[in-house]
């Protein structure tokens, strides 16, 4: 087997879990954490450089949505599979740095009115809403599915 490069970044992998934005409070990160997530958060790949993804950071909480570009090689869901990595990033850039994190979307993600609020384009999407805080309380793991009811080998 290979040695790991960074041993503690499987380490947080395998234990990383949501927290509910409820279970989260003040402090947010600093601006210098969050300069960080944020640009793990535009870490990812992306067929085509399109950054076909940007970043709304409102007082501690971020706020992500997607909008992707017509493009003849790269289809939108390879785009949003590209906002959703960026999320994921963030999500796992603020776990790293001691911070709970949780992606939600939420009815209001898919509602008009609210993306209309937001300054959301009519060919816009919301990936969804980064919360970010400080844990309040422990949480628990959930079940995980077991590999060998989600891997098959061709
Ligand atoms: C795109 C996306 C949208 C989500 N929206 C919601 C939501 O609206 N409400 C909710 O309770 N959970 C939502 N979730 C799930 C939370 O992120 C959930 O708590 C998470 O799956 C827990 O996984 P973890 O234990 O591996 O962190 C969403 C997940 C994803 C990927």
């Given amino acids: 087997m290979k040695e790991s490069v960074v041993p503690d970044a499987i380490e947080l992998l395998k234990i990383r879990r949501s927290v509910k934005p409820r279970e989260m409070s003040e402090p947010g990160p600093s601006p210098a954490e969050l300069e960080t ?22 007082e501690g909480d971020a706020r992500v949505r997607a909008f992707t570009k017509p493009h003849p090689k790269v289809p939108p869901w390879e785009q949003e599979l590209s906002a959703g990595a960026s999320a994921m990033n963030m999500v796992t850039a603020a776990t790293a740095l001691g911070y709970g994190a949780c ?9 008009r ?15 969804g809403f980064i919360h970010i805080g400080t844990k309040t309380k422990p949480n628990e793991d959930r079940p995980r599915p077991a590999l060998s009811d989600i891997v098959t080998r061709f």
Avoid at 39 to 54: F, S, Y
Avoid at 103 to 111: H, I, K, N, R, V
Avoid at 113 to 127: P, Q, S
């Fill in 37 to 58: 997530i944020l640009t793990i958060g535009a870490r990812v790949p992306d067929h085509g450089k399109l950054t076909p993804w940007r970043f709304i950071v409102f």
């Fill in 113 to 127: 009115d609210v993306l209309d609020g937001l300054g959301l384009k009519a060919d816009e999407k919301l990936a």
């Fill in 103 to 111: 992606w939600l979307t939420g009815w209001f993600a898919f509602d």
